[in-house]
């Protein structure tokens, strides 16, 4: 039989894993069928839906995965994205189904803190000039800011919000944050000061997105918002890109109303090679890759494919966003 009329348990569309790797192999010694389709949107039509009448689970990327997708994947029992945020996946679709909305809390939590830092010192610091300076033979040595003493506003005082307010504290970082379920306890134990999101906005040196991308946080930082921020301030987003208004950004920066910019998240993704965030002076910008990282990538994979082998034993899920599912009649 050829490996295109197999019949398939896992279907795998996380770009980072590949046929024969620790996940593969760990999915295959529990009995199951896989198949890698990191395009599956690339996919012909009558291909893609032949795959997805088969699968029982999906081990998800950032490529979307739609209404249109799930409502062929008949037998489906559970989708996990390997990461924390889901809007790739149609979760209302997925409810609509019974089928359980899973991500791997906690895998990339260190990674994504330390490039908000990374990102935060190259903004601060102005490493994009210097290196294209240098490059090109001009020997300037730009003036930076330092880290120490100023103050970080966290929006979303989560998983990662709070392991950036521990790195924070190593560079003697003042920190405040916002976040609609606020841990008193953890800030407390910390030395966070709990704001308002427009107290964060205007108050904060540098400005950190820690929240996931709804209706509710969709242009968040908005013109309004970047007006409200301090002259000097730097916005860091490692988030999603919907939830800054990337004009208003652009021409904030561009304008001077804010101090700089470093992103790694974009509303649209691949990012054009002619977006005006890759050419407006002042926005540091690289390939939604703050989660990317060998123990990261590694410990994302392995607990999703622990989750999908142990609901397709008929074990309940783990990390569910959508607990609603269980309302369906199976």
């Known amino acids: 039989m050829s490996a295109a009329a197999e019949s398939i348990d896992v279907l795998i569309t996380t770009a980072f894993l590949q046929p024969g790797d620790e996940v593969d192999e760990t999915l295959r010694a529990a009995g199951l069928r896989t198949h890698h389709a990191p395009e599956l949107a690339a996919l012909p039509a009558t291909e893609r839906a032949r795959i997805l009448s088969q699968v029982r689970g999906i081990i998800a990327g950032t490529q979307p995965l739609r209404a249109a997708d799930l409502e062929q994947a008949l037998r489906l029992e559970i989708v996990v994205r390997t990461g924390v945020g889901y809007d790739s996946v149609d979760v209302a679709a997925a409810t609509a ?34 290196i294209e300076n240098l490059a090109a ?46 841990d008193e306890d953890f800030a407390a134990a910390n030395g966070i000061r709990r704001a308002t999101l427009d107290e964060v906005v205007s108050e904060a040196d540098f400005i950190t997105l820690h929240l996931f991308l709804d209706d509710s946080t969709r242009n968040l930082i908005d013109a309004e918002r970047l007006a409200a921020m301090k002259s000097d301030a730097i916005l860091v987003n490692t ?92």
């Not at 924070?168 to 976040?179: E, L, N, P, Q, S």
Request: net charge neutral.
């Open 137 to 182: 033979g001009r020997w300037q040595q730009l003036t930076g800011r330092e880290l120490h003493g100023a103050t970080l506003g966290i929006l979303g005082l989560g998983s990662i919000g709070k392991a950036v307010a521990g790195i924070a504290r190593g560079f003697g970082m003042r920190v405040i944050a916002y976040d609609p379920y606020f």
């Open 97 to 130: 189904q019974g089928v359980p909305v899973c991500v791997t809390a906690g895998a990339n939590r260190q990674a994504v803190a330390e490039h908000v830092f990374a990102l935060m010192l190259a903004a601060a610091r102005r490493v994009p000039e210097n």
């Open 239 to 330: 988030a999603r890109g919907g939830i800054v208004d990337e004009d208003a950004l652009v021409a904030a920066v561009r304008d001077g109303v804010i101090g700089g910019a470093a992103l790694d998240v974009f509303a649209a993704e691949p990012l054009p090679a002619d977006s005006p965030l890759l050419h407006t002076p002042g926005i540091v910008a690289t390939t939604h890759v703050a989660g990317a990282t060998r123990e990261a990538r590694g410990e994302s994979g392995r607990m999703a494919a622990a989750n999908v082998i142990g609901v397709l034993a008929g074990d309940a899920p783990r990390f569910v966003v959508n607990p609603d599912y269980q309302a369906v009649p199976a």
